[in-house]
């Protein structure tokens, strides 16, 4: 049973940083692509950044490139989001996906059957 599970939210103050962690179980974790993707209250899910794991390509949504990276470590089986320069409009709750192939670009979440259950990101200004 594959689960994913999220972790490293919380509050910060608009120019700080938090790096989130999804540790990922119960399938061959080098096999698939992997993303984050956030939603705010009242919006829809969007997709924030995506990496194949066995390949390392990655996509970054425009409102977040050249300020998140995403990374993998193959050994423990977790993906993780470094977020730096955060800004108010990234709060929203930020979740840890999964699927077998497909193409890193566009993010859409329909596409994705593996779903962690979310971690917390409120940035105050």
């Known amino acids: 049973q594959v689960q994913l599970v999220e972790s490293g939210g919380g509050s910060v103050q608009a120019g700080g940083s938090l790096k989130l962690s999804c540790a990922a179980s119960?399938?061959?974790?080098?096999?698939?692509?992997m993303g984050w993707f956030r939603q705010a209250p009242g919006k829809e899910r969007e997709g924030v950044a995506g990496?194949?794991?066995?390949?390392?390509?990655?996509y970054y949504a425009d409102s977040v490139k050249g300020r998140f990276t995403i990374s993998q470590d193959n050994a423990k089986n977790t993906l993780y989001l470094q977020m730096n320069s955060l800004k108010p409009e990234d709060t929203a709750m930020y979740y840890c996906a999964a699927r077998s192939g497909g193409t890193i670009a566009p993010m859409y979440p329909a596409d994705f059957g593996y779903w962690g259950q979310g971690t917390q990101v409120t940035v105050s200004s």
């Open positions: 119960g399938y061959t974790y080098s096999s698939y692509l």
């Open positions: 990496i194949y794991i066995g390949g390392g390509s990655t």
